[in-house]
């Protein structure tokens, strides 16, 4: 007999948390929750589709994961801390191996963050993931995309273009799911910065993560602060394992365009940049590279040894969804 709703989320979904601000958790018509005095609500929201946000035959495990993972990445954006997560799961039927690996991905991921499952809704359909998660900042301490002056230094963390290349690996048929490559393990398990995302408050002017690619999120940062900006392209930080597999123009498309790797793109005020700059990264435990400037008027224009360079936006079939 097929699992009903109710099993199913009695089942996988009702964990104890040892948070103390869930009143009531998974079970009750709507979970009851004490968010802290003083400090803002945030609040992200996304839903992953499959063969449109993960690849048919996805192991369960990562979408679980992934489908915490780029919320979480949201809330890291913003500096805040997370709390509580909802998920709303639409699966063509409730087969108990798959259901048993996604929830241990998504439970894995929830406690290295601290983060209490708080409510659930399954229903029949195609496979479709929405997760909602709640996290806290300091209102006034809250990062946004809209800050970031002319004059500002632009950074982004890690190695942009790694789960991209993993993407592709695995589309080409180099490499399959099974395999321990880092450019597909890093495809199938995003990791949220946000010790980052805490690490940026009261430091970076604007910031945001990059889920679509880092040269069209760097476009919109600039557009939501109404300024332009300027990307080097010789400075682009270029993960030795993509070298490895991709001559250096493949390697910029896929730093540039390519998505799924869930770093952080920020900017601060250039004085004193560097110094800041290694106090973030010694606290957030994660590299970042200044790739850039923030300048008047509008647009992303790419530089090359500081002269212009035409780079064409997506043009990598690879990653047409
Ligand atoms: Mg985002």
């Known amino acids: 007999m097929p ?9 996988y979904f009702t964990r104890a948390t040892p948070r103390r601000d869930v009143l009531l958790g998974v079970g009750d018509d709507a979970a009851l929750l004490a968010p802290p005095p003083g400090q803002a609500l945030v609040a992200a929201t996304d839903t992953l589709v499959e063969g449109r946000h993960f690849l048919p035959g996805t192991p369960p495990l990562s979408v679980g994961h992934n489908a915490l ?10 500096g805040a801390d997370p709390a509580w997560a909802l998920l709303a799961l639409s699966l063509p039927d409730p087969d108990e191996r798959w259901l048993e690996e996604f929830a241990g991905g998504l439970h894995a991921l929830a406690t290295r ?3 209490a499952l708080v409510g659930g809704d399954t229903v029949s359909g195609p496979l479709v993931v929405t997760v909602a998660v709640l996290g806290f900042v300091p209102a006034d301490a809250a990062l946004r995309r809209s800050g970031a002056k002319p004059g500002d230094a632009v950074y982004v963390s890690g190695t942009p273009g790694v789960a991209a290349a993993g993407l592709d690996l695995l589309r080409r048929g180099v490499m399959t799911f099974e395999s321990r490559d880092p450019r597909v393990q890093r495809m199938l398990f995003a990791e949220p910065r946000l010790a980052l995302g ?5 430091r970076a002017s604007a910031a945001m993560d990059v889920s679509d690619g880092l ?3 760097l476009d919109k940062l600039a557009r939501a602060s109404t300024v332009g900006a300027v990307l080097e392209l010789e400075r682009l930080p270029i993960a030795p394992m993509l070298a490895d ?3 250096r123009a493949q390697c910029e498309r896929l730093v540039l365009h390519g998505g799924d790797d869930y770093e952080l793109l920020f900017t601060m005020p250039a004085d004193g940049a560097a110094a800041r700059a290694a106090e973030i990264a010694e606290q957030a435990g994660c590299a970042v590279h200044r790739i850039g400037r923030i300048v008047a008027g509008e ?3 790419c530089l090359r040894e ?13 990653f047409a969804h």
């Not at 699992?3 to 089942?11: C, K, N, P």
């Not at 993972?69 to 913003?78: G, I, T």
């Open 198 to 202: 805490r690490a940026l408050r009261g």
């Open 113 to 115: 963050h601290g983060v």
């Open 306 to 318: 500081g002269r212009e360079e035409p780079v064409t936006g997506g043009g990598y079939d690879h």
């Open 215 to 217: 040269l069209g999120d």
């Open 245 to 247: 597999a991709y001559d």
């Open 3 to 11: 699992l009903g709703e109710f099993e199913v989320i009695a089942r």
């Open 69 to 78: 993972a780029v919320n979480l990445s949201d809330l890291a954006a913003m």
């Open 299 to 301: 647009g992303v224009r």
